[in-house]
């Protein structure tokens, strides 16, 4: 029977990475992209708030355009704060 804990490494206690599973740990890349993400982000809630100016038939479209740009931009200001000071937690 197949047993469901993860193999560590010698002496770290970190789960190792099989390069089959994924295979970009062979080469030594296994990580994210917080500065693209970041740019990302900022652009699409800058989209969102363009959008603003179009034919729109009723407040409504305005109201969730906002809100969706407002929640990205709370979201990649914590994100910012949280890259900013890991070493506090």
Do not use: C
């Not at 804990?5 to 599973?21: F, K, N």
């Not at 652009?43 to 009723?58: F, K, R, T, Y």
């Not at 709370?74 to 704060?81: E, I, P, T, Y």
């Amino acid at each position: 029977m197949a047993s469901t804990e993860l193999e560590h490494r010698p002496g770290t206690g970190v789960a190792q990475v099989d390069p089959r599973d994924e295979p970009s740990a062979e080469w030594g890349w296994h990580g994210t992209f917080p500065k693209g993400r970041q740019l990302a982000g900022w652009i699409v809630a800058i989209i969102l708030l363009g959008m603003l100016n179009g034919p729109h038939e009723s407040n409504i479209e305005n109201y969730i355009l906002v809100l969706t740009a407002l929640t990205i931009m709370a979201g990649l200001l914590w994100d910012l704060r949280r890259q900013r000071s890991p070493w506090r937690h």
